[in-house]
Every structure is written in structure tokens, then in C-alpha cells.
């Protein structure tokens, strides 16, 4: 799985040999960006969302507003994984921060997905690539789904 900035990061950082979680409450890192600063950066996303005239706020109803959007970017196949990974990394981060409990988890292969406090693992990468190749799952939905776990 191609998520161009976990490259960034582990240069930066070093490449971890362990499985962490994270949160939006992790300790403080020194002046250096969070993993979940990281994976909220959604910057094609967010884009892409800013063009139709939607600004992400990290809410649950910017989930509901992005399954409005007409996928005008699916007729560019260079750019659907890429959005792909950042519907999902946007899905991933409004979990964590509105969901109690919830939080980062980087698998070993590097892939980010959301634990929540039931120990259930929420793999919204896949989820968003799912969104933006076809449209389901909706995002909503998947959030709905993380919220009453």
C-alpha cells in the first residue's frame, strides 16, 4: 500500500519494529508531528472536497457531505488510490477524534487502521477506496457503524 507520507515519516523517525496506537491525546512529541497529525493531513481529500465548495472539519456530518459529492475523480485513474487513501486516512481520523477510545494502530506491513476501545480493528483504508472506486461503503456509514461498536 502506497501512503506517501508513512515513507516521510519513517525517514524521519526511523522504521518501527513494533505495533503502536495512538490517539488523540498521545504524549507530547517534542515539537515533531504525531502519527495522527500525519495521517489527518488528507491533503488531496481535502482538496479535492475545497473545489466542490465542502471545507472538512473533521466531523461526522463532513462524512455525510463528502458521500454527497458527485465522483467526478473517478474518471482519473491516477488519482483514485491516491484519493482512495485519503478518503480513508479523513474517515480513519474522524473516528479517532470524536469516537471515545479510539485510535490509531500502524499493522506491522505499515497499514494505518482504527482501534476502538472494544478491541474491534476498523481497516478505513480499504473503506475509503471502496468510496471512491464505487461509493460503498458510504463513509457515514462506516463511521455509524465505528461510533456504536
Given at each position: 500500500?502506497?501512503i506517501?507520507?508513512?515513507?516521510?515519516?519513517?525517514?524521519?523517525?526511523?522504521s518501527?519494529?513494533?505495533?503502536?496506537?495512538?490517539?488523540?491525546?498521545?504524549?507530547?512529541?517534542?515539537?515533531?508531528?504525531?502519527p495522527?497529525?500525519?495521517l489527518?493531513?488528507?491533503?488531496l481529500?481535502?482538496?479535492?472536497?475545497a473545489?466542490?465548495?465542502?471545507?472538512?472539519?473533521?466531523?461526522?456530518?463532513?462524512?455525510?457531505?463528502?458521500?454527497?459529492?458527485?465522483?467526478?475523480?473517478?474518471?482519473?485513474?491516477?488519482?483514485?488510490?491516491?484519493?482512495?487513501n485519503?478518503?480513508?486516512?479523513?474517515?480513519?481520523?474522524?473516528?479517532?477524534?470524536t469516537?471515545?477510545?479510539?485510535?490509531?494502530?500502524?499493522?506491522?506491513?505499515?497499514?494505518?487502521?482504527?482501534?476502538?476501545?472494544?478491541?474491534?480493528?476498523?481497516?478505513?483504508?480499504?473503506?475509503?477506496?471502496?468510496?471512491?472506486?464505487?461509493?460503498?461503503?458510504e463513509?457515514?456509514q462506516?463511521?455509524?457503524?465505528?461510533?456504536?461498536?
Amino acid at each position: 500500500m502506497d501512503i506517501p507520507f508513512l515513507g516521510r515519516w519513517r525517514r524521519r523517525h526511523g522504521s518501527a519494529s513494533a505495533v503502536a496506537v495512538f490517539s488523540e491525546d498521545a504524549e507530547d512529541t517534542g515539537g515533531r508531528e504525531s502519527p495522527a497529525e500525519l495521517l489527518s493531513e488528507c491533503e488531496l481529500l481535502r482538496s479535492q472536497a475545497a473545489g466542490a465548495g465542502l471545507r472538512l472539519d473533521d466531523t461526522a456530518a463532513s462524512l455525510e457531505a463528502l458521500d454527497q459529492l458527485l465522483p467526478r475523480w473517478r474518471d482519473d485513474e491516477e488519482t483514485l488510490p491516491r484519493l482512495g487513501n485519503d478518503a480513508g486516512l479523513y474517515l480513519g481520523t474522524v473516528v479517532v477524534r470524536t469516537v471515545p477510545g479510539a485510535g490509531w494502530r500502524i499493522l506491522p506491513g505499515g497499514t494505518p487502521v482504527v482501534r476502538l476501545a472494544s478491541g474491534r480493528e476498523v481497516d478505513v483504508v480499504t473503506a475509503g477506496q471502496g468510496w471512491a472506486v464505487a461509493g460503498v461503503p458510504e463513509l457515514s456509514q462506516v463511521y455509524a457503524e465505528a461510533a456504536e461498536a
